[in-house]
């Protein structure tokens, strides 16, 4: 069982839309961390959340919490190229030393 | 970003090969940490490394042998291994245990094949 659900699994978009990205969990999680790895590449940090139902916004970019704190979602506005990777979303738990990482969503933006 | 580096960051080896990955961190931090990634699956723990002492392995197989001389060096010894342990391997460092709330810096990774 996956602790870390993301969906969807894969997603071709063309450049200039809007997308959505989610990770679910049954379980609460005391952060979640998105990040963007690129083919041959280790993963980026992008935002970390840590409050029930908080926002943040990095440029075109739209993170939330959910207000359980059991999942979040990563929306992207006008989607560029350079948008193209593969975006993980990652947990800690309880004071747990463990980042428990989803499978990720690859996203592919066309020109 | 250069803040974690790791060498080689291609690796190819026979299973009666013994081979060694590196990791080196130039943030000041003092937790580092390895991950294994393969297709079709989530990225997996293998080892916690804070302050040089190990706080968490994993059940990772004793076919991987890590090794923490100092706070900014981290190793992964490697003997015997089996082609299903071809994967990307990733370090990772952060300024104290992730538990605590520290965010973890990635290195770009050492892509395994094993043959």
């Known amino acids: 069982t996956q602790l870390l659900e993301q969906s969807p699994q894969f997603l071709s978009i063309q450049e200039g839309e809007n997308l959505t990205v989610y990770c679910n969990s049954s379980?609460?999680?005391?952060?979640l961390q998105w990040y963007r790895q690129e083919p041959g590449e280790g993963p980026v940090l992008l935002v970390t959340v840590v409050t029930g139902g908080e926002v943040k916004k990095l440029k075109r970019l739209t993170f939330q919490f959910g207000d359980a704190r059991k999942d979040s979602s990563l929306h992207i506005t006008a989607a560029q190229t350079g948008d193209t990777g593969l975006y993980l979303c990652a947990g800690t738990q309880g004071g747990s030393e463990k980042l428990v990482f989803g499978k990720g969503t690859k996203l592919t933006v066309n020109p | 970003e250069t803040g974690v580096t790791q060498t080689p960051r291609h690796l190819v080896m026979g299973m009666t090969n013994k081979k060694s990955l590196k990791c080196e961190q130039h943030l000041g931090h003092n937790a580092m940490y390895w991950y294994k990634q393969s297709a079709k699956k989530p990225l997996e723990l293998m080892f916690v490394y804070n302050f040089k002492e190990q706080t968490e392995n994993n059940s990772v197989p004793s076919r991987f042998s890590p090794e923490c001389p100092n706070s900014s060096h981290l190793f992964l010894h490697l003997h015997t291994l089996q082609p299903e342990d071809s994967a990307l391997y990733l370090c990772?460092?952060?300024?104290?245990?992730?538990?605590?709330?520290?965010?973890?810096?990635f290195g770009p990774g050492t892509r395994l094949t094993v043959t």
């Open positions: 990772a460092s952060s300024q104290g245990l992730t538990g605590a709330g520290y965010e973890q810096y």
């Open positions: 379980s609460v999680f005391s952060s």
